[in-house]
T-cell receptor, first 116, second 118 residues
Framework: KAGVTQTPRYLIKTRGQQVTLSCSPISGHRSVSWYQQTPGQGLQFLFEYFSETQRNKGNFPGRFSGRQFSNSRSEMNVSTLELGDSALYLC???????????????FGAGSRLTVL | AQTVTQSQPEMSVQEAETVTLSCTYDTSESDYYLFWYKQPPSRQMILVIRQEAYKQQNATENRFSVNFQKAAKSFSLKISDSQLGDAAMYFCAYRSAGTSGGYNKLIFGAGTRLAVHP
């Protein structure tokens, strides 16, 4: 079955613009999480959605937002882009609702955002 | 707050040899999950192995095994019979078993870049 699909794979924006990234989870997966990866800060949790509800949010400013649709696809939006937002944004999906060892994340290949 | 530390920024190994990557973590929780993820140059994170903290037995997946020392808060990854395809960044990750941290919030270490030499 198809994996986690993220679009676009690469994009370049300028400071002050906004960007929307899309994530299509594995078919049947209802949980989607987002992570930011930078050389300086490493991998950091952004937010998590399940059944269109945000279940948890990381320590990021309000410029970072997300949502999940009824088909489990998710989008994240970053407004008023700053140079420091340049990063690889990873999306991950999982099938399980509960918290167990079997609840494993499957990651997409990421969207590489460059802010000039 | 939980933290994960990988003290080896880079490691190298000869093909067919064995290498161990270190990971320590800090938590006040008694129940949690630990993971090793691999990120090759293609950037896609791939789960290598996982361990439930309540299980004393160390997890094993083919050539990959862990040494889980709960009291020492240590979770090292051993790769046996290393292959060229094992070259990648390896991340150790922690996830709380409680619900307060969300179900899928992983806390990652900084990563260890593994080079495999023929």
């Amino acid at each position: 079955k198809a994996g986690v699909t993220q679009t676009p794979r690469y994009l370049i924006k300028t400071r002050g613009q906004q960007v929307t990234l899309s994530c299509s989870p594995i078919s049947g997966h209802r949980s989607v999480s987002w992570y930011q990866q930078t050389p300086g800060q490493g991998l950091q949790f952004l937010f998590e959605y399940f059944s269109e509800t945000q279940r948890n949010k990381g320590n990021f400013p309000g410029r970072f937002s997300g949502r999940q649709f009824s088909n489990s696809r998710s989008e994240m939006n970053v407004s008023t882009l700053e140079l420091g937002d340049s990063a690889l944004y990873l999306c991950a999906s999982s099938s399980r609702q509960g918290n167990s060892g079997a609840n494993v994340l499957t990651f997409g290949a990421g969207s590489r955002l460059t802010v000039l | 707050a939980q933290t994960v530390t990988q003290s080896q920024p880079e490691m190298s190994v000869q093909e067919a040899e064995t290498v161990t990557l270190s990971c320590t973590y800090d938590t006040s929780e008694s129940d949690y999950y630990l993971f090793w993820y691999k990120q090759p140059p293609s950037r896609q994170m791939i789960l290598v192995i996982r361990q439930e903290a309540y299980k004393q037995q160390n997890a094993t997946e083919n050539r990959f095994s862990v040494n889980f020392q709960k009291a020492a808060k240590s979770f090292s990854l051993k790769i046996s019979d290393s292959q060229l395809g094992d070259a990648a960044m390896y991340f150790c990750a922690y996830r709380s078993a409680g619900t307060s941290g969300g179900y899928n919030k992983l806390i990652f270490g900084a990563g260890t870049r593994l080079a495999v030499h023929p």
